[in-house]
């Protein structure tokens, strides 16, 4: 009994400690994502990443004069009505910065609750920092004052995707493919619009919408049609399963086109498929940056190398760097933690990418910066490797695309609060 | 010609992997008259059994061992679960396997990871076997093929032609006769629940590798499996077969054909104002129709059929 006893007001004790230990001094953001369920995994590792570059911005000596940034992690069970349960709980607990990436139908009903509760309730503004989700409207037609995104949206990396498919002569006949929703039709609609401007030269062979999320088991008749269109190319946003079967079911039934994509290729998927069905054909993305790059910067490759101690994981979304290092930044420019000021601090903010500068475009509070175009190799110097099980494969540029060439006019017409 | 026949082969294929799914299935139903909920989860597990016993063995060991593991899992489902909530009725044992899918997923998450794990076509299938038309035609696909339909071949002897085949059969319509008749009933239900996993476990074990092998892989296939149990019949063999192999096809087919009722309407002379409503419906052709039509016919045959095309009793 005495024991139990003990146990109960040292547990207590801690409890406290701890509370006071957090409350007081760190600045704390809100990270919904999904930590259950079948997008599980890549919640949790996002999660762990924003924590590192929290934990590294920390050891530096903090922001506004020693006070720490804390990373407090909600699971959303990739349940979009469970994310505004989790934000009502945000703002009950007083947390006036909260981060999300995964899926754009979760962030667009981040993006509708926060306009309305920041309207209602002056003073208490909350600031949505979006690290991955890509809908293009966000920064259109719904942009906010409290929304900053700092991925290229999907028009952005589509526009690269097109540059560099205008430059390679080996695509003539393209054939797009893509998920029936949302994100999918965004992509589709970015694709007819821009190859019709940029790549005039480029005949849309076939064009399609698939039922999203694995629901399709077999892709072989998608395969026979894109065989039959005759088309060299497959442009494509798909991502999960819905990409890694078709490039299966096309590599095993011999179709030599190129995959041009965003997500195809995500590491996981590389592993998933398997070396030879990942290198059978070019599997192309466009992301912010990679390992193998010839001109990857010396800093890069240590804040990389850092990572990779304390995940043992390769690093992927260099995205999360500088949000992070970008709100630390704005949090010290602004001198306060008020999300209003720091939204001022924000707009306009200039950071460091792989290939020079990145920036938040005041305009739509969309990021901007220069993307790299690469395909899946074997022949890596630095393999990809995930909680220490290397996947023998990693990206090899095939180009650089510029940020003018993915800077797109905004239909954004953006209320800004008054400046205090 | 190469096109319908080329599409016959991939119909076909897709068909019999429902079949391979929906047979265990349907099976479990008509004996104890429950829907097994966890039955996609068996297939899942036995995908990943076959990407463990392979990393050791090799594929071709891993295609006995695995369906002969999960065959004895869910014998112990049976026996230690199942049989001790059947007393509690219908409900109780739904509820059961509905907990079991979750329980399922969660320790396959638990000792395999959430991401993907790399579960390939065995190496020595890894090869074309014929071309046609700028098509080649894997020759594990023709494997997956010949392997199914002689499960089908050899369930249906099985339960037509032997005693076995019989005792359970009539286990089926009238247990307390054949238990009075000196047949031990439940261990007939437990081989039958065993064998329909094993059966979901073996489609897992030849599907996992071109499917993806991931935790989520349950949830995905779950709706299509009673899609074709109840287009078939509940409880009904040959339904599944007829079912399994009509939506394959009929999914197949539907995707390779790029017509709209617009089409028709202009065929026939007439013409839709582009900006007008209407225009959005008649618009959509066939093959974005596809995935939807497995579930209209499920709709038309409650309707129109209850018992569905091979069953003896109503949904």
Redesign the interface.
């Known amino acids: 009994m005495n024991r139990i006893k003990k146990i109960f007001i040292i547990s207590i004790a801690f409890l406290f400690l701890s509370s006071s230990a957090f409350s007081k001094d760190t600045i704390k953001i809100a990270m919904i994502e999904p930590m259950s369920?079948?997008?599980?995994?890549i919640g949790?590792d996002l999660i762990e990443g924003l924590e590192f570059f929290a934990e590294r911005i920390n050891k530096a000596g903090g922001v506004l004069g020693g006070r720490h940034l804390e990373v407090v992690a909600y699971d959303n069970q990739m349940i979009a009505e469970k994310t505004i349960q989790q934000l009502r709980k945000v703002i009950d607990e007083d947390i006036r910065y909260v981060t999300q990436g995964v899926g754009s139908n979760h962030a667009l009903n981040i993006i509708q609750t926060l306009k309305k509760y920041n309207k209602r309730n002056p003073g208490k503004e909350v600031m949505f920092l979006n690290h991955s989700a890509v809908t293009t409207s966000f920064t259109n037609e719904l942009c906010d004052f409290y929304h900053f995104r700092f991925d290229a949206n999907v028009d952005m990396k589509v526009a690269g995707l097109v540059t560099q498919m205008a430059n390679d002569p080996d695509v003539k006949k393209v054939y797009l493919l893509n998920q029936?929703y949302a994100y999918g039709q965004s992509f589709q609609a970015a694709a007819q619009r821009l190859l019709a401007e940029r790549a005039p030269h480029i005949e849309i062979v076939g064009d399609?919408?698939?039922?999203p999320?694995?629901?399709?088991?077999?892709f072989?008749?998608?395969?026979?049609?894109i065989?039959?269109s005759g088309a060299d190319t497959v442009l494509t946003g798909n991502w999960g399963?819905d990409a890694?079967?078709l490039i299966?079911?096309g590599a095993?039934?011999?179709?030599k086109v190129k995959y041009y994509s965003i997500y195809a290729g995500i590491p996981?998927?590389m592993?998933?498929m398997?070396a030879?069905?990942s290198t059978f054909t070019p599997i192309i993305q466009i992301t912010e940056s990679h390992e193998n790059d010839p001109d990857h910067p010396a800093w890069l490759k240590e804040i990389e190398a850092e990572y990779f101690n304390f995940s043992n994981k390769s690093p992927y979304a260099d995205r999360q760097r500088w949000m992070m290092e970008m709100f630390a930044a704005a949090l010290e420019k602004a001198g306060t933690d008020d999300p209003t000021a720091v939204g001022f601090a924000l707009e306009g903010m200039k950071s460091r990418g792989a290939k020079g500068e990145v920036f938040m475009r005041a305009d739509d509070h969309q990021m901007h910066f220069d993307m790299v175009i690469s395909h899946i190799s074997e022949n890596v110097e630095k393999p990809f490797i995930?909680?220490g099980e290397n996947y023998g494969m990693g990206y090899i540029t095939d180009g650089w695309i510029e940020t003018k060439d993915i800077t797109l006019p905004t239909t954004c017409k953006m209320k800004r609060p008054k400046k205090s | 010609m190469d096109v319908i026949l080329f599409t016959i082969f991939n119909g076909v294929l897709y068909g019999m992997l429902l079949f391979m799914l929906s047979s265990g299935l349907t099976l479990i139903f008509g004996m104890m008259g429950v829907l097994n909920f966890a039955h996609a989860s068996f297939f899942m597990l036995g995908a990943y059994f076959a990407y463990q016993i392979s990393e050791f063995v090799g594929f071709y060991p891993a295609l006995i061992i695995a369906p002969l593991v999960i065959a004895f899992l869910g014998a112990l489902v049976e026996k230690y679960g199942l049989r001790r909530v059947h007393k509690f009725g219908h409900v109780a044992e739904l509820l059961f396997t509905f907990g079991l899918f979750y329980i399922i997923e969660e320790i396959v998450q638990m000792i395999w990871g959430k991401v993907p794990v790399g579960y390939h076509v065995p190496l020595s299938m890894d090869f074309s076997l014929f071309t046609l038309m700028g098509m080649s035609y894997p020759a594990y696909q023709m494997f997956v093929l010949t392997v199914s339909v002689a499960i089908f071949v050899g369930l249906f002897t099985v339960l037509t032609k032997t005693r076995a085949g019989l005792i359970i059969k009539a286990a089926l319509t009238h247990p307390e006769i054949v238990s009075s008749l000196g047949h031990n009933v439940p261990k007939v239900f437990m081989m039958v629940f065993g064998l329909g996993c094993a059966l979901a476990g073996l489609a897992g074990v030849l599907a996992g590798n071109t499917l993806g092998t991931e935790p989520a892989m349950a949830l995905m296939l779950g709706p299509i499996v009673f899609v074709v149990i109840v287009v078939g019949g509940l409880g009904s063999l040959k339904g599944a077969l007829v079912a399994s192999l009509l939506i394959g096809l009929m999914q197949t087919f539907a995707i390779s054909l790029d017509y709209s009722l617009n089409d028709l309407i202009e065929f026939i002379g007439f013409s839709l104002d582009a900006e007008s409503l209407w225009r959005i419906l008649v618009d959509l052709t066939i093959a974005t129709l596809a995935p939807v039509l497995p579930y209209l016919l499920l709709v038309v045959m409650l309707i129109a059929r209850p018992r569905g095309l091979f069953g003896t009793r109503d949904v």
């Open positions: 369920g079948p997008l599980a995994a949790l029936n399609e919408l698939i039922v999320f694995g629901k399709v088991l077999d072989n008749p998608y395969i026979a049609k065989t039959k399963p890694a079967r299966t079911a095993n039934s011999g179709l996981n998927a592993n998933q398997g030879k069905i995930y909680n």
